[in-house]
């Protein structure tokens, strides 16, 4: 596990061997954002909210469970709800600024 914090300062990347990298916000000590990586093409941003930018590859991992009921969904059945590129980039932005 690799801990760094953001050149800016607002943020901490905490990465792991799985391909998996989260972005915290030290501030409220809690991830902000989820980034999966699974080969060459496919990788997966996803937010705590549920919300996510992928490549189209990297849906296939993708798949949602409803509380409760431990239903499970493939991405695509959620995905005008949830699938929110310009959300994933917006929130990344707010956290680069100076």
Not at 13 to 31: E, S
Not at 70 to 78: E, H, I, K, R, T
Request: net charge positive; hydrophobic share 40%; aromatic share 18%.
């Amino acid at each position: 596990l690799s801990v760094k914090f953001s050149t800016n300062g607002k943020y901490l990347i905490a990465a792991g061997a799985a391909g998996r990298i989260q972005f915290w916000d030290p501030l409220k000590g809690t991830p902000f954002l989820y980034r999966y990586y699974f080969g060459p093409g496919a990788w997966l941003d996803l937010m705590p909210d549920g919300r996510f930018n992928a490549s189209p590859e990297g849906t296939r991992y993708l798949r949602y469970t409803e509380l409760g009921t431990f239903n499970s969904y493939p991405a695509q059945d959620l995905i005008d709800e949830f699938y929110q590129p310009g959300a994933v980039k917006a929130v990344l932005l707010g956290y680069m600024k100076d």
